[in-house]
């Protein structure tokens, strides 16, 4: 029987979001945070409506680095999700990943990229990748949603397989650019 891909019944358009649950669910995450995000919405419904997940709604993106190395000393697997602007807020928080010896897995969605409308934006969506290396976090970039269900799963494996912190960064491109009811 062939495997089923992550298209959704509508004008063949790849459903993304649905590829990265699936990946969550196949490397056994348990529990997602986030703090509410307009790119990650699909996936944080997704992940309510599973029962399999606890979806947990931050206050600060922080707090999910926390609630991960939790998870992990309680035997269970996490995922945190959070915009560019989000990683800014976790600068020391994510070098608990590798002081401590856990693994941290995280889905950024960026901004200041394609199509940009918010200049607040830029500049953290520009320094994300730097800023998350210098914190000792390994970044995979997903500019194709026909990718997101095999850089997810690497991604995990490699954050819950090498006790380290890793991120997806998902292209502004596949989130799509805001706008303020500005047409072009």
Known sequence: MPRKTPKSSSAGVIDWPAAIHRALKAQRVRQV????DAGHKRLI?????DEDMAAVPLTTEEEGI????GAWLGGERAALL????????CVNALTLASN????LLILVTMRGEWGEFNPWQIPMGQGTPATLRL?????LRLERAEEALTTVTAAAKLAFGGY???????????????SFGDKP
């Open 82 to 89: 959070t915009q560019s602007s989000g990683v800014g807020n």
């Open 33 to 36: 945070s986030y703090v509410p």
């Open 45 to 49: 419904e997704l992940c309510h409506s």
């Open 135 to 139: 914190a000792g976090v390994h970044a």
């Open 164 to 178: 380290g912190a890793v991120a997806v960064l998902i292209a502004q491109r596949m989130i799509g650019a805001k």
């Open 100 to 103: 401590c010896g856990f693994p």
């Open 66 to 69: 926390a609630l991960a190395a």
